[in-house]
């Protein structure tokens, strides 16, 4: 079972890497939003750098949703998906491993950018790393969470802007605790409570998620 | 070799083999059918009554409340409202399990009945909870907790709603939008915590429409009149929409003039 | 856990009672029955639309089916059971290949997945087998159709598996390689395993026939 799992990831980081636009692409977007938002806020730094948390998680949130509408879609359309229901291996497992793949390709490089794009908007180094880390923890569960829609929707009309709909409200408290725990890190408060809250939804999705994840993949191809 | 789907009825239907439990037998969509038409125009009349007591009590009986005036009587239709769109959701969730543990067609058709019902419950929540900020604070939102967790809530009915109509395939709608209620239902407690949290970390939580005032036990028979109407109706409306849904897919065992008992 | 065959027995048997299934109000198939023992080939024919695909579905467990059941071995069996799963080999319609990754690429991942040698080696005599080239690293986007189903069907000898549920195979393959592969199919049952296969093609070494009316 862990080879299996090693043998998705690895194939599914392959994939990803001949298919490197739409992974940049979706990185690309979540640059392009955080930059927005001064633009339409004013530069004033005192500002920015107390909305700074919120609008980052924001943007990581809505660039999560972007990559998350390509998960399973070309598995499904070759007919690979249907290879994977076949496999002896438990379902669930697999859904684990491609959401961690996913993760890998979308997830971490965002926490990646952060601190840099923390500079935009005034957030000292301290506050930066820890939205960073705010957003390790965090991101893995839009992606576990996200993997849930993903299958959901696969094939059905409007699938993307569908995708959102179903799953933007089941994020807002990673989204809350997230972007709470950097917000408390500015305002040079504990983020322990927000982490550990961060933590138990990690616990919890990771899970739940790959289960939901597997029923919903099996309806889908039925 | 097609058979009409409606002559195939998804249970035994003979009570007899049922033993004691002669309910099971109504769980076939084609005996339920009649049924719930029997049974919708009681609800409706047990609403409308509750509904025409629990207002009086509230408007007329109950007393007026020191600080806010008159305007807190919009609290008789703003609690219900909110207590039903929570308590449907749940239903709505049961139902699903009930469909995708034990397959069967008619649990999924009554949550897909009752998610509108529930959507509308929310959304008359949020008006209502509007209407009460206005004249109290001056604005017509306010960032509550509960405020906050109904407009969550109305996006996860909207989006049980948006899945349906988007897969076309009634029995692959059914199941998908079974997993996703279960999955809301899972999170709903999370969102409840989480936005509670949001709300008293960032507020002195002095600005909460939940500060009712000192229940006199008139208000409290008025709220809950109120929501007994609610509930009544909501049970009313729902047997209409199954009823419906029910036809639609052919399953009534009604022949329709227009698709001749062959079904979606 | 070996997934490659563990070799039949005179218990291996596929066993159909009573499957049907409909969809969209329409009655696809019904009271198919069948037994399946090793060696043997099952061909499912049937008009376009008359539920062969469907009927593989529900042998692989892609679909519950409404009514029936399955056994395997003599034991019945769940939808996507892992007992049953473990034994088989599926080439549906699309061919479940990789089209950014080069034919070996492909088929090294699904030896991985499958639990069997992804040795170069074996992967390279698959892809001979059926007239592939196995040092190519161009990626299937770049193959015809033909070459693309070949490459599909290599996963067959790469896997082992016993039962083989195989959705019009040679259709997009040109005679000679289909004829290449039929004989692969024949040498498989030979050797004790067993298929089910939907096709229009006249074989010869199948054992019995399922007509579908859909």
Redesign the interface.
């Known amino acids: 079972m862990a080879?299996?799992f090693l043998?998705?990831v690895r194939?599914d980081l392959?994939?990803a890497w001949?298919?490197r636009g739409s992974v940049l692409s979706s990185l690309l977007f979540f640059i392009i939003a955080c930059s927005l938002f001064p633009l339409a806020l004013g530069p004033e730094p005192q500002q920015l750098r107390a909305l700074a948390p919120g609008i980052l998680w924001v943007a990581a949130l809505l660039a999560s949703m972007l990559s998350l509408s390509r998960l399973f879609v070309?598995?499904h359309?070759?007919?690979?998906l249907?290879?994977?229901?076949?496999?002896?291996?438990p379902?669930a497992v697999i859904a684990l491993a491609k959401t961690c793949a996913h993760w890998l390709t979308s997830g971490l490089p965002l926490l990646l950018l952060t601190p840099l794009l923390a500079q935009q908007y005034s957030l000292p180094a301290g506050p930066a790393l820890l939205l960073s880390l705010s957003l390790l923890i965090g991101t893995p569960v839009l992606s576990l969470?996200g993997a849930?829609g993903a299958a959901?929707?696969l094939g059905?009309?409007?699938g993307a802007v569908?995708l959102c709909?179903?799953v933007?409200?089941?994020c807002?408290?990673v989204l809350?605790?997230g972007a709470?725990a950097a917000a408390a890190a500015d305002a040079g408060m504990s983020v322990l409570p927000q982490l550990s809250?961060l933590g138990a939804?990690l616990a919890?999705a990771l899970f739940?998620c790959p289960l939901?994840t597997a029923?919903?993949l099996?309806?889908?191809?039925? | 070799m097609s058979r009409p789907f409606a002559q195939q009825p998804t249970f035994d239907t003979s009570p007899a083999r049922h033993g004691g439990s002669r309910w099971l037998a109504y769980a076939s969509p084609v005996r339920f059918y009649p049924l719930a038409g029997r049974m919708a125009p009681w609800f409706f009349a047990a609403a409308a009554l509750a509904a025409i007591a629990g207002l009086w009590v509230g408007f007329f009986v109950a007393p007026t409340d020191a600080q806010q005036g008159e305007v807190y009587r919009i609290i008789f239709i703003h609690v219900p409202a909110a207590w039903m769109s929570m308590f449907i959701y749940l239903v709505m969730a049961m139902y699903c399990a009930m469909a995708?543990v034990l397959r069967t067609r008619l649990s999924s058709m009554m949550a897909s009945a009752l998610a509108p019902t529930g959507a509308l419950f929310t959304a008359i929540a949020l008006i209502s909870g509007a209407l009460w900020g206005e004249p109290t604070w001056g604005t017509w939102w306010v960032w509550d907790a509960r405020l906050t967790s109904e407009l969550?809530l109305l996006?996860?009915y909207?989006?049980f709603i948006?899945?349906e109509s988007?897969?076309d395939e009634p029995?692959?709608a059914e199941?998908?939008c079974a997993?996703?209620a279960?999955?809301?239902t899972?999170?709903l407690p999370?969102?409840y915590?989480?936005?509670q949290?949001?709300n008293t970390?960032h507020q002195g939580a002095s600005v909460s429409l939940t500060a009712a005032p000192s229940m006199a036990r008139t208000m409290l028979v008025g709220m809950l009149l109120m929501t007994l109407a609610c509930w009544m109706y909501a049970i009313a409306v729902a047997l209409v929409r199954v009823r419906c849904l029910l036809r639609e897919r052919g399953l009534a065992g009604v022949v329709d003039r227009q698709t001749n008992g062959e079904g979606a | 856990?070996r997934?490659a065959s563990d070799g039949p027995s005179a218990d291996t048997v596929l066993r159909a009672r009573g499957l049907s299934f409909s969809r969209g109000g329409r009655r696809v198939f019904e009271g198919i029955d069948f037994d399946l023992k090793p060696g043997e080939l099952l061909q499912v024919l049937g008009a376009n639309g008359s539920g062969k695909t469907s009927l593989l579905r529900v042998l692989?467990?892609?679909?519950?089916p409404d009514e029936g059941e399955l056994s395997w071995g003599g034991q019945a069996l769940r939808p996507?059971d892992?007992n049953l799963?473990?034994s088989?080999a599926?080439v549906?319609?699309?061919?479940?290949?990789?089209?950014?990754?080069s034919p070996a690429?492909n088929l090294r991942?699904?030896a991985?997945?499958?639990?069997v040698d992804d040795s170069p080696a074996r992967v390279a005599d698959a892809l001979r087998s059926m007239g592939l080239d196995p040092d190519s690293q161009a990626?299937v986007r770049t193959l015809s159709q033909g070459q693309r189903r070949r490459v599909a069907l290599a996963r067959l000898s790469l896997l082992r598996r016993l039962l083989w549920l195989l959705d019009e195979p040679v259709s997009s393959l040109d005679a000679a390689s289909g004829e290449r592969f039929l004989a692969q199919l024949g040498e498989h049952l030979r050797a004790g395993g067993m298929a089910v296969v939907a096709t229009h093609e006249a074989l010869p070494e199948a054992a019995q026939t399922l007509r579908l009316q859909g």
């Open positions: 080879q299996a043998a998705i194939h392959a994939l001949r298919r070309q598995e359309a070759d007919g690979s249907e290879q994977l229901l076949l496999s002896p291996h379902l969470i849930v959901l929707t059905v009309r409007g569908l709909i179903l933007l409200p089941l807002t408290p809350i605790f709470g809250l939804c919890l739940l939901a029923a919903s099996r309806i889908a191809m039925e | 995708l969550l996006f996860l909207l989006g948006a899945l988007a897969i029995r692959r199941r998908a997993v996703l279960l999955v809301g899972v999170n999370v969102i915590f989480s936005v949290w949001w970390l | 856990m997934l692989g467990g892609l679909l519950p996507a892992p799963l473990q088989v599926y549906g319609h699309a061919n479940g290949i990789d089209a950014d990754l690429e991942f699904a991985r997945m499958g639990g990626p």
